[in-house]
């Protein structure tokens, strides 16, 4: 196999006495788009900040390149962040400025071009998302699928070698949704990036995942191919996939429904 791109090892994250995340290790490589997977509160979020940067786990290591970034400073993180992009689940746009303005910002920040080159480095990335034309518009005028897409032109902006994405198509109808996944595919292909996407939607990874890491109770339960993961015999896999609920709420649920209509 190629060297990775991202290593995270023995990866342990506490708050207090609870474990968020209890000793991760997972290989991502140069090319693949990997998704991570798993139900809400499973320390999905959690995880894709520490390889971000964002917060510092309470143990083990992750390594960019081959590169520790738990062990650097804010000043060599800066330097390594700038080869990364990151969309938001929200798209976190600045309201204050115009969409061509917050697709600018990562070009007037981290490099020296020329305002006319980055003016037309953001009409360019803004038409590769389908949002040619929307430089003047305020973030409050687009539509939530608009948005992510605007996020997204923002987060490709300085051509990065990984791309980061959280919860790309939550909170949108499953027209738009579809159509940010091809895009993000579509995106991948063109600048022949890592992708890392943290996701509970199962319609997604259909389209966009080249492999599964899937985390439950902060442990990679299971990691491959999505197919494989389908044929898997764990229970807990399994009823992530058959969108089974839990027993335990189905039998409060019963407890609920036994006392409607009672008076007490």
Partial sequence: MPQPIIQIKNLVTSYGSRRILDGISLNIYKGETMVILGRSG??????LRHII??????????LINGRDITLMSENELVE???????LFQSAALFNSMTVGDNVALPLREHTKLEESTIKIMTR????????????NFMPS?????????????????MDPEILFCDEPSAGLDPIVAVGIDHLLMRLKKAFNMTMVVVTHELASVEIIADRIGM???????????PDDLKRSD????CQFFSREPDQEKIDKDKVLDSLVGRSF
């Fill in 234 to 237: 764990d229970p807990r896999i």
């Fill in 53 to 62: 940067g964002l917060s510092k786990p309470t143990e083990g290591q992750i």
């Fill in 124 to 135: 360019m990335k803004l038409e590769q998302v389908g949002l040619s034309g929307f430089e």
């Fill in 141 to 157: 005028q687009l539509s939530g699928g608009m948005k992510k897409r605007a996020g997204l032109a923002r987060s490709i902006a």
């Fill in 80 to 86: 390594i962040l700038k080869k990364i992009g990151m």
């Fill in 42 to 47: 499973c320390g999905k979020s959690t995880l």
């Fill in 215 to 225: 985390l439950h109770e902060g442990h990679i339960i299971a990691c491959g191919h």
